[in-house]
């Protein structure tokens, strides 16, 4: 998930500059207008110390007018506060309708924090998560905006971060031992954290993750998100609670131009293998993976793979390779097009939960349940409701694998734009490839960005340690190849 | 909760029969037009062994058209089953568009047995009931119409039961020794389904609680609250799910003539007591209170008092009698009228938690946030998918409070209709008590039946043994407020 927060991302000055005048008149503008729809708009900051989540909240605080803001930091329980239930502390400053409450700090703080430290046990925690889903919930039925901000940064850079405030006399007053002590932790906090966000992503209380080293992006995707989010509240509802789901999920905002990198964008395409290095890794990895998926099936541990990637990526390719390496009696290749009439009339996960593999088998999926998140968006086949509720479902669905000890891995297999024109031009020309390519291809290809925002977005919402998503680059097949059977060795040599 | 569900309703065998061959056509010709609705429909059957489970799933499938319809019994799982994830099972039985399936034991089962033998901890109870309760809401999202049916024996009916099914040979295959040993754990089971019940018991996919004991009232209900769904459902909405909230609840069903009884019915108003018995159960009752309630006090035990009633059922003089007995620094009575401008402008709840005593205090609350689901619902100023929603917030609140230490009593002070008139009629000719009868409580009385149907439906979903509704008889009061002072020392002795 946090992979999607570490790409770099800045807004040069000048940029920077020219965008905040007409943002700060912009946010101006939506809070006052704010007043008539009755929406009480919740702001929750949460992220590792030294991402700047402060100097945010005062950059918000300074764009947007006071009158009708405030801003709750909690520390510590007060002896007021621990006389009650612990909401109790979150209920007395919830903001009223008309008026935004930044909570910096909030109701995730706690469990996050015990967890890590191991005050509480996992279940514990997913109890305290789904009370926190269910507060939510009832806020936002009764019509809040609720938009939940997590402000990360890599662990190199915070470590960085914390020494360079700490050598300024100016500022070392902000690091305190507790931030190294946390520090310290930095492995642990990024699991549950990630636990944490991955479950309470709902459709309608979305996290936003905002890649956190750059001041000067973060506060722009910070204040264009608010923005975003209070004009379509605006725009669709006043007074009562949206009871239509179209009112209610706020859109990421597009960030500055310099600024709009994806994580596909990180991708070093130029990858290649030579024949020879190809050939020898290919058949080492492979003879690992035979071994590997003979013993999976031995001890009964299951494995789900998923393959999605642009048209002409060779997904098909990849899988071949990868079967190649197994039994035929372990494994079994689920191709995914357009549902039959049965599987239209379940939900859209049945058709998939029809395929979970027995214990010691192998599912491979070509195209997935991520369609939801990928072409149905993209095409609108879905309503934005649906695949906004999708990442939760499909973090849900995914979990119960897990929690059941199945193995999963899945594959974006990525390439160039050039490339993939290249690759359809040549089949075009190549009599018994021709079929491979169709009007479809061509279309979707015009629609290249809209699927980048959705795969950054996917990749953001989706993609955990106990089920990641692995970007291959795919430009050279070779590398490709290789990279995907490599990768599924790691994956069953750790759960084995 | 399951004190609704044991006022030995019955439907007379004429009644039942005349009125079986309508409900059989309605019942066919809801199913038909179903189709059109795209809409799967799921029944869930739970409840106690022996309360005619599989008799009234029986006669179901015998009233409606087999085609369309499908029973699932779940025993234990089989290989195939524990190969794959717990859901597995549930999913692949899940009905299509436009069927209707019949879960015969369910995702419920396993959690409430394993909590019962000690299996799962009660937070890992709570966190299989939080993925039940997104499994479900993900299913309505996605256009399902899901009843829940309880079926509900009281302890002694269901040993009376057992016994009798063995007894006779034609039936005494039917009672395993697993039933007997499930029997041993009545309380548990009782205890463990409640919490199950209450923290499921969604707006949009409802318990129903069904009082067992006689076959033709509970096959009538079972029938007709599926009617009623079928209908709203026709009448709502055709295939896409239900994006309107008014599309989905479910009324409950107007039961045969005879047996509507409702718990306040089952209350024997005639009780009274002598002046003299009355001033030395008081005197005593007030004494231990005051008592109680200082070590309390000193024991920073809380506790919230709820008071709620019929107009002129003498809510006023009961709390006089509460507070007479302690000390004034130690509690705070709260009456709750209209919303101030303020209040209006938070989630209904935030009024209540400002009010939510520290430790070792006291806060009696005249009137509550039960004003939501009886005279807001009532009167129409919630919308129903309101007001059916905040059975699960107020469950949800008050386990936040129980789970806190607090000691949470409710009383429903109850009188009978003729009582009422005639303390409104005394009330108007006392001229320093006129004030107290206004306009709106003689329009109240009208609502006499739809309130009674408010407030059974209200002690059956939100009475528990951690936070129960006690039902006072107030016909006379001496001894309604020597019952309030009693409960009240019982619930702090058990706490102290």
């Not at 008026?99 to 924090?113: A, C, E, K, L």
Request: hydrophobic share 40%; net charge positive; glycine share 6%.
């Amino acid at each position: 998930m946090f992979e999607a927060a570490e790409l770099g991302r800045k807004v040069p000055k000048e940029e920077y500059e020219k965008a905040v005048p007409e943002l700060r008149a912009e946010l101006l503008e939506a809070q006052f207008r704010l007043r008539n729809t009755k929406t009480p708009v919740i702001i929750v900051i949460g992220g590792v110390e030294g991402a700047g989540k402060g100097e945010t909240v005062n950059r918000l605080s300074e764009w947007l007018d006071p009158r009708g803001l405030e801003t709750h930091a909690f520390g510590p329980p007060s002896e007021e506060e621990r006389d009650r239930p612990p909401y109790w502390r979150f209920w007395r400053t919830l903001p009223a309708r008309g008026r935004i409450g930044i909570f910096f700090g909030s109701w995730y703080t706690d469990p996050i924090v015990k967890r890590v430290f191991g005050k509480l046990t996992a279940s514990e925690l997913d109890q305290e998560l789904a009370r926190i889903a269910f507060f939510e919930q009832m806020l936002v039925d009764d019509g809040a905006l609720i938009l939940k901000f997590w402000f990360h940064l890599a662990k190199d850079a915070q470590r960085k971060r914390l020494s360079k405030l700490e050598k300024d006399k100016a500022t070392s007053w902000r690091v305190t031992p507790r931030d190294w002590k946390f520090f310290k932790m930095y492995d642990k906090f990024a699991r549950v954290s990630e636990r944490a966000i991955r479950r309470t992503d709902a459709g309608d209380a979305p996290w936003i993750l905002v890649e956190a080293g750059d001041s000067r992006y973060r506060e722009l995707l910070v204040g264009r998100a608010l923005l975003e989010a209070l004009r379509q509240r605006i725009e669709n509802g006043q007074g009562k609670p949206a009871a239509s789901p179209a009112a209610r999920p706020v859109t990421m905002p597009p960030a500055a131009a310099e600024a709009a990198v994806s994580i596909l964008d990180r991708v070093d395409l130029s990858q290649a293998l030579s024949d020879d290095e190809y050939d020898k890794r290919l058949a080492k990895a492979q003879e690992r993976l035979g071994r590997l998926s003979r013993e999976a099936h031995d001890e009964k541990v299951s494995s789900v793979v998923v393959f999605e990637g642009w048209d002409a990526a060779g997904k098909g390719g990849n899988i071949r390779r990868v079967t190649a390496a197994m039994d035929a009696r372990h494994y079994q290749v689920i191709p995914i097009a357009a549902p039959t009439d049965e599987e239209r009339a379940h939900h859209y996960l049945w058709r998939f939960w029809r395929h979970i593999p027995r214990a010691g088998l192998v599912t491979i999926f070509d195209r997935s349940w991520y369609g939801r998140v990928l072409v149905e968006r993209v095409e609108g086949f879905a309503r934005e409701d649906e695949w906004r509720r999708a990442f939760l479902e499909i973090n849900d669905f995914e979990q119960q694998l897990v929690d059941h000890g199945v193995v999963v891995t899945k594959f974006w297999i990525h390439i160039g734009g050039e490339e993939q024109l290249a690759r359809f031009k040549e089949r075009e020309g190549t009599a018994y490839k021709r079929h491979k390519i169709t009007d479809e291809d061509w279309r979707n290809r015009e629609k290249w960005d809209p699927y980048v925002a959705a795969i950054n977005d996917m990749v953001a919402r989706t993609s955990s340690t106990q089920a990641p998503w692995v970007i291959v680059a795919g430009n050279d097949k070779r590398f490709a190849r290789v990279q995907v059977v490599e990768t599924l060795v790691k994956r069953l040599q750790k759960a084995l």
